[in-house]
């Protein structure tokens, strides 16, 4: 007879956490720093648009601060190109067991970072629009 060894099986194969941490890195970026950013863009927008032209149909009212709208664009679309390479990789992560808990919390964050920015923009703008007399 054989031996019993080759018929248990065989335990996972645990590989490192780095594609776990890479992708929370890339979600942290997109969800924390890029918002950040956009925050205190969106807060010098708020203070130095002229309120009085600024309507939903007409934008007219952002032509003194259209540098600081490009900026806070360029923040927001980077963010989004990190916050889905964060997600895809940490679903890759969750799959592969490859920093399983590294990649669960980078999917939450990667899925909370449109929220986290959108709020952190559409405050600090107000704060800015607040600063005006």
């Given at each position: 007879?054989?031996?019993?060894s080759?018929?248990?099986?065989?335990?996972?194969?645990?590989?490192?956490?780095?594609?776990?941490?890479?992708?929370?890195?890339?979600?942290?970026?997109?969800a924390?720093?890029?918002?950040?950013?956009?925050?205190?863009?969106?807060?010098?927008?708020?203070?130095?648009?002229?309120?009085?032209?600024?309507?939903?149909?007409?934008?007219?009212?952002?032509?003194?601060?259209?540098?600081?709208?490009?900026?806070a664009?360029?923040?927001?679309?980077?963010?989004?190109?990190?916050?889905?390479?964060?997600?895809?990789?940490?679903?890759?992560?969750?799959?592969?067991?490859?920093?399983?808990?590294?990649?669960?919390?980078?999917?939450?964050?990667?899925?909370?970072?449109?929220?986290?920015?959108?709020?952190?923009?559409?405050?600090?703008?107000?704060?800015?629009?607040?600063?005006?007399?």
């Amino acid at each position: 007879m054989g031996s019993v060894s080759a018929l248990a099986p065989t335990p996972p194969r645990t590989q490192g956490s780095r594609l776990g941490v890479l992708a929370f890195v890339l979600a942290a970026v997109a969800a924390l720093l890029t918002s950040a950013v956009a925050g205190v863009l969106a807060f010098q927008i708020g203070s130095g648009a002229d309120l009085d032209l600024l309507t939903e149909s007409n934008l007219r009212g952002l032509t003194p601060v259209r540098d600081l709208v490009v900026w806070a664009e360029v923040a927001f679309w980077l963010g989004t190109l990190l916050g889905i390479a964060g997600i895809i990789l940490a679903i890759i992560a969750i799959v592969r067991r490859s920093g399983r808990g590294w990649g669960t919390g980078a999917l939450v964050l990667g899925i909370a970072g449109p929220v986290i920015f959108g709020g952190i923009c559409t405050l600090l703008f107000m704060f800015g629009a607040s600063t005006q007399t």
